[in-house]
């Protein structure tokens, strides 16, 4: 399979980066895994060009030429960060390229929870219609304590962390393809 | 009533701001309505905090000080729009206006929902601990189909709307004193009594005591002993006073000692937990509120110095030799900059002195073989000097004298030949011939001005700074760094100089294209001006300013957003930009000097085992040797960058006994704390710094081969000492750290900035790193305060002598005017 996975966070250390850059070299042998950093995009103030600044424009394109796209969002005051909604918004007002395409939501957080506020909200904005996107349905993964989730090469520790998220990438690739057939 | 209204988005003309115009309009004779646009805040990020910007303290004093705030939202993708929760985050991330603060929410949307998704999203926003908010239950006031709710005068159409809104409006105002009695909570009730904790201080563990009465903190008592002095002070004399003053835990760390800072904090906030209270409550308090008056604070001199270093404060002290009122500036809380930081030895060629030294073995070869360059490599304007060096050195290796050989001339030579270099790009560099000349014409007489302040050498011993090619080193007899600058302060504090600390320049004023003064700001906010017709700038380089770094490298392959750096952080190019803004040229800006050996974290060399570079066994992440380990600084950083930066130097217990920097008691310490290594076997060594330990086992096989044959086929390191073999084996971390940053604003000899036309910008002088050219490519070990000292005092003549004449002229055209 083809992902391109998303970095919701501009921090310069983020767990949900060191997440997507495991996914990406714990799959690397069957799937390409492109990962996409939002920090660059700007502040949208809805332009009447409609039109994507190069920032938005290259992660469009890294949506449209995937299979699938893989967000990993951190959870900032119970729901998804600015910076993230930002780029959303961005890609609503000025791209389709989300619209039909097959997302797996995924997230770390420092506490317990592992983002499940952000997740849920994340879920609504993406199945919401300016968006349209498939959203993995009835599954969820939720990396709690992500601090100590890794060790100092950014490789999960946690054997059972390692088998979820495996059955999680399962699901979702079986998803990316029954929604092909369509 | 005073109710702060955010409009909740950054799009000029939308239903949800004219909602909260209209209610400002609407209700204007319950409650006193002022709107806030967030319209001008960047995007949420943690690692570039810009909570202490004017507009983001400004915008959280106010909301801080209101009886409560309505928040106007829009809806995008079902959510609030990003610029809303961009502000949030803000609010919630080191400022914290919105705790217990009651919030009432409205929305709008042009098409049905009226934002009622949004609006839920956001009273959960508003709950989470960061900002927790009280919000108003139910009332929930959402404007559907907004682009045809308002008339041309901004006014709500529909009666029924209208009303329902004011039942809204009246109900929040109610939930507003109800909420008054809800922050009855944030009163603390103490045990009162006297709680002893430990802070945590530069050098261990600080005893506390902490003494609170049934609702405040009475008083903070700090056991100093054992701490160095020095920025630390200031740390233990404002946190305790700010603390008890504001009655918070909310309080800025003291600059340049943040980590004692925090020591503080989780010290108090340690006793109030014993006391039987909430520190988190004190932690989301405001800030100790700062008197900020409105008027500047004026001042006159005729010189004014712009940092506290060795360089700065030697400019003063010549200055005031002079009889000039001068006064120094310094935005750090205490004087000393990098200068107090430096081992110590100061270059100054002194053949009388030297003489009195036996050479020593190898050093008549390496005479010999500077002798023997051929004048092809040497630039034209050095020549004429070269060849009378080698007239020197002729005679001195023709007679069979076996002292220590030095002359003015070797030193310039050296530091020509050293500063030499070439950028990525190809670009060759080497010092400034005034420059060089300057220095070493003039280090001794610093070096005797130094110790006609009260500055004490060593004279039984000349040495060699690490990287310095000679021995010229003139050593403080003790206390290292600190004995410059303590001797330095106490002489411009008794000339009669003035010290400003914890006051940063903003910028240099002009006046027809003359100095007349700068402008800054003190620790309370305050403006401060300070008129003089010459200004020295003094402010150091931008080793701690990594962007800067980045941004002007040309010489290193890569240097790391995380790269550690040896000096104080106060060390952020200011200067440098200070400079730029009037119009200076810069010089030699894309080179730097970085320092192989240092703690991957702090940047300090003293910490793990370091040891004599013969000992040095240096592997990197995959376990194997990358260098000769007996490579000057330029070389072993680039290797350590070629191989991903960190890399560990390992050691057996023989070894440990060579180092020259710790205690088995530091060195307990550090295993425990995981930042130095220790294992019984190799292999366990390797498991625990992830190295294939198969790999590390051949590695250090190898080395000790090599040590038997004192012969290293790999990488020609050729100076052995020990072996590796003696369990319990040691790694330290390391990785190159930021050290020096050789370019800066462009000057002459006489220390004057110039434009980028080669013209003196009038008034205005700089010396030190903050200055460039001098030292060219890379600068010699020892040379940095043989610069400081000679180009401080120079800055201070030329200014002197200038500022004279200008009044001479003053006088002169006054004269002719009546």
Redesign the interface.
């Known amino acids: 399979m083809n992902y391109t996975g998303i970095i919701g966070n ?4 983020s767990t949900n980066r060191t997440l997507l850059q495991y996914i990406q070299k714990h799959f690397g042998g069957s799937d390409q895994i492109t990962l996409c950093e939002i ?1 660059d995009v700007p ?4 332009p009447e060009s409609h039109v994507a600044p190069p920032a938005v424009a290259k992660i469009a394109a890294a949506i449209e030429q995937a299979d699938g796209v893989i967000i990993a969002t951190p959870e ?8 993230l ?2 780029t ?2 961005w890609l ?1 007002y000025t791209t389709e390229a989300l619209k039909d395409k097959p997302v797996f939501i995924v997230g770390a957080s420092y506490g317990a929870l592992g983002t499940s ?1 952000a997740q849920g ?1 994340l879920r ?2 993406l ?2 219609p ?2 349209g996107a498939r959203v993995l349905p009835g599954q969820e993964y939720l990396l709690g304590h992500s601090l100590q989730a890794f ?3 950014g490789m999960m520790v946690v054997a059972e962390d390692i088998q979820s998220l495996e059955d999680h990438m399962k699901y979702f690739a079986e998803f990316v393809k029954s929604n092909q057939g369509k | 009533m005073k109710i702060i209204g955010v409009i909740g988005t950054n799009s000029a003309n939308s239903a949800t701001r004219k909602l909260l115009e209209y209610m400002q309009q609407h209700f204007k004779q319950q409650a006193e309505i002022e709107l806030l646009e967030i319209t001008d805040y960047p995007l949420f990020n943690e690692s570039d905090d810009q909570s202490e910007s004017a507009l983001l303290t400004g915008d959280a004093k106010k909301i801080e000080a209101a009886d409560g705030v309505i928040i106007s939202t829009s809806e995008h993708n079902r959510m609030i729009p990003s610029s809303l929760k961009s502000f949030l985050e803000w609010m919630s991330f080191k400022l914290h206006p919105f705790n217990n603060k009651p919030v009432m929410v409205v929305g709008s949307s042009v098409t049905k929902q009226g934002s009622a998704s949004a609006q839920l999203a956001l009273r959960q926003t508003l709950d989470a601990p960061g900002l927790g908010a009280i919000v108003l239950p139910g009332n929930e006031f959402l404007l559907s189909s907004s682009a045809a709710a308002f008339d041309e005068n901004g006014a709500l159409k529909d009666q029924g709307t209208i009303d329902f809104l004011g039942t809204c409006f009246k109900n929040f105002l109610q939930f507003v004193k109800v909420a008054d009695v809800l922050n009855g909570v944030d009163e603390m009730n103490f045990e009162p009594g006297t709680y002893s904790v430990m802070a945590s201080g530069h050098n261990g563990k600080v005893p506390m005591k902490v003494t609170f009465s049934e609702n405040r903190i009475e008083n903070i008592e700090i056991d100093t002993e054992g701490e160095t002095t020095g920025i630390a002070d200031t740390v233990w004399e404002r946190m305790p006073q700010q603390i008890i003053d504001g009655q918070t835990l909310n309080v800025d760390a003291v600059s340049g000692a943040s980590d004692t800072s925090r020591g503080v904090l989780t010290g108090v906030a340690e006793a109030v937990s014993l006391a039987g209270a909430d520190p988190d409550v004190l932690k989301k308090r405001p800030k100790p509120a700062k008197n900020v008056a409105d008027e500047p604070v004026e001042y006159e001199a005729d010189v004014v110095v712009v940092g506290g270093g060795g360089t700065g404060l030697s400019a003063a002290a010549t200055s005031l030799q002079a009889g000039k009122k001068t006064i120094l500036v310094e935005k750090f809380p205490a004087v000393g900059g990098n200068t107090i930081r430096t081992g110590g030895p100061m270059n100054a060629a002194d053949p009388e002195w030297q003489n009195t030294f036996d050479a020593l073995p190898g050093e008549a070869a390496t005479l010999k073989s500077l002798m023997e360059t051929p004048d092809e490599k040497i630039d034209p304007e050095y020549l004429e000097d070269f060849h009378a060096l080698q007239g020197q050195l002729k005679e001195y290796l023709d007679s069979d004298k076996h002292f220590l050989f030095d002359s003015k001339l070797l030193h310039e030579i050296q530091t020509y030949l050293g500063g030499k270099r070439q950028d990525l790009s190809g670009n060759d560099i080497h010092g400034d011939y005034n420059l060089v000349k300057t220095l070493v014409d003039n280090a001794l007489d610093s070096v005797k001005w130094l110790q006609n302040i009260g500055v004490r050498f060593d004279p039984n011993e000349v040495t060699m700074p690490v990287g310095a090619k000679w021995r010229r080193g003139h050593k403080p007899l003790e206390n290292q760094g600190y004995e410059y600058i303590s001797n330095l302060q106490r002489y411009v504090k008794e000339e009669g100089g003035q010290i400003i600390t914890d006051t940063r320049v903003k910028k240099l004023l002009q006046q027809d294209g003359k100095l007349v003064g700068l402008e800054a700001e003190n620790f309370d906010g305050q403006k401060v001006i300070v008129h003089a017709s010459s200004v020295i700038l003094a402010s150091g380089g931008f080793a701690a300013n990594t962007k800067m770094v980045q941004q002007y490298n040309t010489y290193w392959t890569k240097v790391d957003d995380d790269i550690a750096t040896s000096n104080s952080p106060a060390m952020t190019g200011d200067g440098i930009k200070l400079g730029t803004d009037v119009g200076a040229d810069l010089v030699g800006m894309g080179f730097s000097q970085m320092m192989p050996v240092s703690d991957p974290v702090t940047g300090e060399l003293f910490s793990g085992l370091q040891v004599p570079p013969a000992n040095f066994v240096m592997v990197n992440n995959k376990g194997d040797r990358f260098v000769d380990e007996y490579e000057s600084r330029d070389v072993l950083s680039q290797a350590a960058i070629d191989n991903g930066g960190l890399f560990y130097l390992i050691a057996d217990d023989n070894i440990k006994a060579t180092a020259y920097n710790t205690s088995q008691e530091k060195i307990d310490e550090q295993v425990a704390a995981g930042t130095l290594f220790r294992d019984d076997t190799l292999e366990g060594l390797a498991a625990q710094i992830k190295v294939d330990p198969a790999e590390l086992v051949q590695t250090i096989k190898n080395y000790n081969s090599y040590v038997d044959a004192g012969k290293d086929p790999e990488f020609g390191k050729d100076v052995f000492d020990l072996k590796v073999e003696k369990a319990p084996f040691y790694a330290t971390p390391r990785k190159p750290a930021l050290h020096h940053t050789m370019g800066g604003l462009k000057i002459d000899k006489q220390a004057h900035v110039l434009n980028e036309a080669g013209e003196k910008i009038t008034g205005l002088y700089a010396a030190g790193e903050v200055a460039g050219g001098l030292h060219a490519g890379n600068r010699l070990g020892g040379n940095s305060l043989a610069d400081i000292f000679t180009f401080g005092r120079i800055a201070a003549q030329t200014a002197v002598t200038e500022h004279e004449e200008l009044a001479t002229d003053a006088t002169t055209s006054a004269s002719h005017s009546e």
């Open positions: 501009n921090a310069r250390n920090a502040v949208f103030n809805k900032y005051d119970h729901t998804v960060p600015a910076v909604s930002n959303l918004e609503a506020r909200h609504i904005m199945n919401g300016d968006l060790d100092e090469d």
